[in-house]
C-alpha cells in the first residue's frame, strides 16, 4: 500500500485473504486475523507507516470475529490510543512500554497476568516457535 492509496483501497488491503490473487499485506492480514490454537496471541515485529493507521483501526471497530496479537510496531508520529469492539469484547490499544511501542488486540475483560507476561517478552523469543 502506497500513501497515495484511497481509504477503500487501504480498507481492502485490511481484508485477510490467502488466495493466488491476494497481496502480501492481504495474506499478513489472513495470519494476524487466524487465531492460534494455544490461545497465545500472534506476535509480530514490523515497519508500519503511520499513514495507514485509520485503516486499522476501521478494521477493527467494523470486526465481527476476535483476534487477539501483540504487534510492536517501528514508527513515528503517531500517539498512544485505545478503541473498544463491543461485539468482538476486544480493545485495541497502542501505547508505549519501557523503551517499545505495543499495538494490542486483546480482550476487553483479559488475564492480566498473562498479557503482562507477553507484552513484556522479546517477539521471536520462542513466541513464533
Do not use: Y
Request: charged share 30%; hydrophobic share 35%.
Amino acid at each position: 500500500m502506497s500513501d497515495n492509496e484511497s481509504e477503500d483501497e487501504q480498507q481492502q488491503q485490511m481484508e485477510g485473504k490467502d488466495n493466488a490473487g491476494a497481496s502480501s499485506a492481504q495474506a499478513l492480514a489472513k495470519w494476524l486475523l487466524t487465531p492460534r490454537g494455544d490461545g497465545i496471541p500472534k506476535m509480530l515485529i514490523c515497519e508500519f507507516n503511520p499513514a495507514r493507521i485509520d485503516g486499522l483501526k476501521w478494521a477493527f471497530v467494523n470486526a465481527l470475529e476476535p483476534a487477539n496479537f501483540i504487534i510492536r510496531p517501528h514508527f513515528s508520529g503517531i500517539g498512544p490510543f485505545e478503541l473498544m469492539n463491543n461485539w468482538t469484547g476486544e480493545r485495541l490499544s497502542l501505547r508505549r512500554l519501557k523503551n517499545k511501542w505495543l499495538l494490542v488486540r486483546c480482550p476487553i475483560e483479559r488475564e492480566e497476568d498473562k498479557w503482562t507476561n507477553w507484552e513484556d517478552r522479546d517477539i521471536g523469543n520462542g513466541m513464533l516457535d
